[in-house]
Nanobody
Framework: QLQLVESGGGLVQPGGSLRLSCAASRSTLDTYAIGWFRQAPGKEREGVSCISRRGGITNYADSVKGRFSASRDNVKNTVYLQMNSLKPEDTAVYYC??????????????????WGQGTQVTVSS
């Protein structure tokens, strides 16, 4: 069974950057599309970004477009979410999730089978 572990969260000032990592254990990630999701207290889970199995296709929510960038290194078995120009409204627990799809990726949570435990991102001065 695929296990995902997120890392890289923390406290950052507005305008700062963080890079989240999503690493897999017990399996390789190159057969999975990866989605990034976030959930803030009292809010619904939001699909932030996704990246296809080989990294050729990415998709972003309007709220992060131009600021966030998803990438992957299938040799290192790790997927990344680079977050720049962070805003207080980006504060949330961020999750990565994996879906065994042939083509493309999705920002819909129901498309994903495996989920990580989440990492907290706090943007505050």
């Amino acid at each position: 069974q695929l296990q995902l572990v997120e890392s890289g969260g923390g406290l950052v000032q507005p305008g700062g950057s963080l890079r989240l990592s999503c690493a897999a254990s017990r399996s390789t990630l190159d057969t999975y599309a990866i989605g990034w999701f976030r959930q803030a207290p009292g809010k619904e889970r939001e699909g932030v970004s996704c990246i296809s199995r080989r990294g050729g296709i990415t998709n972003y929510a309007d709220s992060v477009k131009g600021r966030f960038s998803a990438s992957r290194d299938n040799v290192k078995n790790t997927v990344y979410l680079q977050m720049n120009s962070l805003k207080p409204e980006d504060t949330a627990v961020y999750y990565c999730a994996a879906a065994m799809t042939v083509l493309g990726c999705s920002r819909l949570a129901q498309s994903y089978t495996y989920w990580g435990q989440g990492t907290q991102v706090t943007v505050s001065s």
